[in-house]
């Protein structure tokens, strides 16, 4: 009775939790060497309220090399992938496809996926595997029952049902989607996380992604998050923080750590650089006011291109009404500075427009060359009323 209670038991959890399959099952994919094939793989876990988890994998990077002409002295290949996904099935909210990959660098083997149940019941998923007489090792939680697109097994392309009167064809790709990397993993979505991502050799760098109650996240160098950052190593860090905790904002802000931390030691960061979330920018400040680039300090440049959308060449003009200096002295001489000119108070309080201030002395040069050409005619009429004022004295010295 006890044998048999025993064996109810073990039979009950073989049924009612799936296991992957001790003996991977092997499937090959033909073709060409530099193409990727579709492959459907049936969601299996679907019905169960489960998602299916597939693994592919070639440990071996020399496995077919000899059924392989083609290959110049290369290696086929080898990857491991983990594909957990499920299904949209004409409906499905919550379908996903993730992929944790690892393949041979020179020549990857896994090129893409995509759903292919979106408009249909089929329960498939798409994955591209490189073809060439490829061999590859599965297994999975649930059943996957593949079928390979590459033109012997099954004709080209794989026709993804559209309801039940199209089709949308999908055949082979000759490179990687953008989505897939050699190494690493490829989420769908969003990846959600509070607390320390550090990545590098000896956490040399930092990544700290905060909660949505501080709202930021922070890219850093040679520091260690440890309740604060703090120097990893001695030299200088850097810190590039995206978001601001306090006032909420989005903005980025750029800060510098001195050259003189010590491992350890609370890191001393200074803003040097912000990019506001309304566009503005400050270099030295982070506050660019009205601004769209604000700089605290010398600004050193080449040359410097100002638009305007006027010039001061209205003072030729004929129309253009000229002051005379009797007026313009008895302004110098109340307000102590030149007509038009801001005053010294207004300059030190609201700055100038650099623009704006070179038409305004433009004004005055041209002003002062009307001046000069006025004076030179009044200095040669001058001139002349005294040569001929002279040529009349001559001539009466002459009659004596």
Same mark, same amino acid.
């Given at each position: ?6 064996l ?24 060409d ?44 290949g ?8 499920? %299904?949209?099935?004409?409906? =499905?909210?919550?379908?996903?496809? +993730?992929?944790? @990959?690892? $393949?041979?660098?020179?020549?990857? *083997? ?51 049902p ?35 991502v ?11 992604? %905060?909660?949505?109650?501080? =709202?930021?996240?922070?890219?850093? +160098?040679?520091? @260690?998050? $440890?309740?604060?950052?703090?120097? *990893? ?26 050259s ?21 920018v ?109 040529e ?9």
């Open positions: 009775m006890l044998k048999k209670n025993l109810a038991v073990i039979l009950l959890l073989f049924v009612c939790f799936p296991s992957f399959g001790q003996t991977p099952e092997i499937i090959t994919v033909n073709g060497l530099d193409k990727f094939y579709p492959v459907t793989f049936y969601d299996g876990g679907y019905d169960v309220h489960q998602a299916t988890i597939l693994q592919i994998g070639r440990s071996e990077v020399h496995e077919n090399e000899t059924g392989m002409p083609n290959l110049n002295g290369g290696w086929p080898s990857v491991i992938a983990t594909i957990r996904f499920h %299904s949209h099935n004409y409906g =499905n909210a919550s379908s996903f496809i +993730n992929a944790d @990959i690892y $393949q041979y660098d020179p020549r990857p *083997l896994i090129a893409g996926w995509k759903d292919a149940s979106v408009n249909n019941l089929t329960r498939r998923v798409i994955v591209w595997l490189k073809g060439g007489g490829m061999t590859y090792h599965y297994t999975s939680n649930y059943p996957v029952t593949p079928v390979v697109y590459d033109g012997v097994q099954n004709q080209l392309p794989y026709q993804e559209v309801g039940t009167t199209s089709f949308i064809p999908h055949t082979f790709k000759t490179s990687l989607d953008d989505n897939v990397g050699i190494h690493g993993i490829s989420y769908q979505d969003d990846a959600q996380w509070s607390g320390v550090k990545a590098g050799t000896f956490q040399s760098a930092g990544f700290r992604a %905060s909660g949505i109650k501080e =709202n930021y996240v922070d890219i850093t +160098n040679n520091l @260690i998050w $440890q309740d604060g950052w703090k120097y *990893l190593a001695n030299g200088p860090a850097n810190l590039l923080r995206m978001g601001t905790p306090v006032s909420k904002r989005s903005d980025f802000i750029f800060y510098v750590s001195p003189n931390g010590t491992p350890g030691a609370p890191a001393t960061d200074m803003e040097v650089m912000r990019i506001c979330e309304n566009g503005s400050g270099i030295g400040t982070g506050s660019p006011g009205n601004y769209k680039l604000a700089v605290e300090g010398v600004l050193g440049a080449r040359k410097i291109k100002v638009t305007q959308t006027s010039w001061a060449d209205y003072v030729f003009h004929p129309e253009y009404k000229l002051a005379s200096l009797d007026s313009v002295e008895k302004f110098i001489k109340v307000n102590r500075h030149l007509p038009d000119i801001p005053a010294e108070k207004e300059v030190l309080t609201e700055g100038i427009d650099v623009g704006e201030m070179n038409k305004k002395l433009l004004q005055k040069i041209e002003e002062l060359t009307l001046y000069l050409i006025e004076s030179r005619k009044e200095y040669r009429t001058a001139i002349d009323e005294l040569k001929k004022e002279n009349q004295l001559k001539s009466k010295l002459n009659e004596k």
